[in-house]
Every structure is written in C-alpha cells, then in structure tokens.
C-alpha cells in the first residue's frame, strides 16, 4: 500500500543518517605477495588465489562486513559473539582464532566481523581475516556443522498460535521492511517479544555495541512500527544476560593472556 511505501521510506531515510560514510579513494594493500587490495566506490576488494572479496564499512567502526562472493548461508543468519558459541560453525571458529578478533556474524552472502576494541587497528587484522576466509573455503568445509542448518531460519518472526493481529502486524514488518535493511548493514535484529506497549529487540552483529543503535532503535524503527502499529508505545534492546556473562569472562581470559604476553 502507499502507507507502507512512504512507512519504509521514512525508515530508510531516518537509517541511512546513520551510516557510515563509505570511502572512495583508491587505496593500495599490500601485506603478502599473493593478494592485493583496492577500494572502489566505497568497497575494497581483494584477491587471494582465485578468490573474490570485498569489504564494506558499517556503522558501526569496529565491525567490517567481508563479501566472498560465495554462498556463506543457505537462509537466515547466524551470530557468533565468542568462540564459546561458535561450537556449531567451522567458519566462525576459523576467523575467531584471528588474533585481534572478538565476533563473527555470518549472513547468506557476507561475514561481519568484530574487532576486540578501538586500539585495534584493521590495517593489521584485515590480512589475517582474509587469508582465514579462504583458507577456509578452501578446504571444501561446511560453515555449520551437519545438523544446525535448520536453526538459521528466522524464527523469531514466524506465526505462533496465540498470536495477536498487533504481534503479527510488527512481526511482518520486522521481517520484510526492517530486518533487510539492518541486514545491508552487516547486522541483525531478533524480535524478543511484545508487552505492554513495548517491542522488545535483540540486536546483532555490527548492530551490537554500534555507536547509532539507539538512533536507528528509536528515530528509525520506533517510529516506523509506530507509525503503522498505534499500540506501539517504545522499542527497546534486549540484552543476553548469558551472553553478556560469556563475553566478560572471554574478556578477562583475553586480558590475562594478553599480560602475560608482555610481563616478563
């Protein structure tokens, strides 16, 4: 309808303030002698053997969203905060061992990655991720383990008995007009539930930690599933409280590790 035509463009517009403006200057990398770099149009794309990658800022600055140019998932997505959870995935074990690293988040054509903090710089990671996609690809594994394919579809937006016209109206609208274009964006968001006025959302991949998530939950979802959802007081971001535990000790894990390293 015309309503939801001028809905989602309200909600592009408003999200689109929000991203990162993508560079255009012609950048040369060199760090192996097998690959090299260039970006064009704000993507920077490399070869290494036969294999075609581009990479591709988001909004968030320390997360990259890797193309390979190749099928990652059949449907769906996945993510990855730690190695902890990354027990079903080949891949993203692969690129959680890349030093520098902290997440994976795996789409159907792309891999957002990561890194563990500000001080980290790209230029020294970026390599390392590279040569671990196609070290991978090339060894013929599967991304998920046999087993965990059926877990990639999106359930959290699927019908459920007992569900009101409201809860199916912002369902839809998750599904089909805002999780695709959080999806450009190397990310995702999980619908957690309806109450009270309040959708509940759980974000991921570049989305998590990103400087203008509060922006995009308020300014450009809020106000989409408002315009068409008159129930819809507020959105709010669910955080994991498991996954939240698990990612602090990871963290000091890492610190400890990392002092070590350096005290004699």
Known sequence: SGFLKMAARIFALLHNRCLSV??????????APSW?????????????SRMFI??????????LK?????????????????????????????LLRVEGVKAVFLGPDFIT???ADD?????????????????FFATGLPVLDDGSAATQVAEDTQPQEGD??????????IETRIRPTVQEDGG????????????????QGSCTGCPSSSVTLKAGIQNMLQFYVPEVKSVEQVVDEAEKVTNQEFQKLEDTIRRKGVDP
């Open 22 to 31: 993508l560079r255009s200057d012609a950048v040369l990398h060199r760090s």
């Open 188 to 203: 995702d968001i999980v619908y957690m539930g309806f109450e009270d006025g309040v959708v509940k959302l759980k974000l």
């Open 119 to 135: 001080e980290t710089e790209w230029k020294v990671i970026k390599p390392h991720v590279f040569a671990a996609i196609m070290d």
């Open 36 to 48: 090299h770099a260039w970006s064009r149009r704000g993507f920077k794309t490399s070869w290494v």
């Open 54 to 63: 581009q990479t591709q800022d988001t909004p968030n600055p320390n997360c």
């Open 113 to 115: 990655v990561t890194k």
């Open 164 to 173: 009101s016209e409201t809860v199916l109206t912002i369902k839809e609208l």
């Open 66 to 94: 890797f193309l390979p140019n190749v099928k990652v998932l059949e449907q769906g997505t996945r993510d990855f905060p730690n190695i902890a959870s990354a027990k079903d995935s080949p891949l993203a074990r692969h």
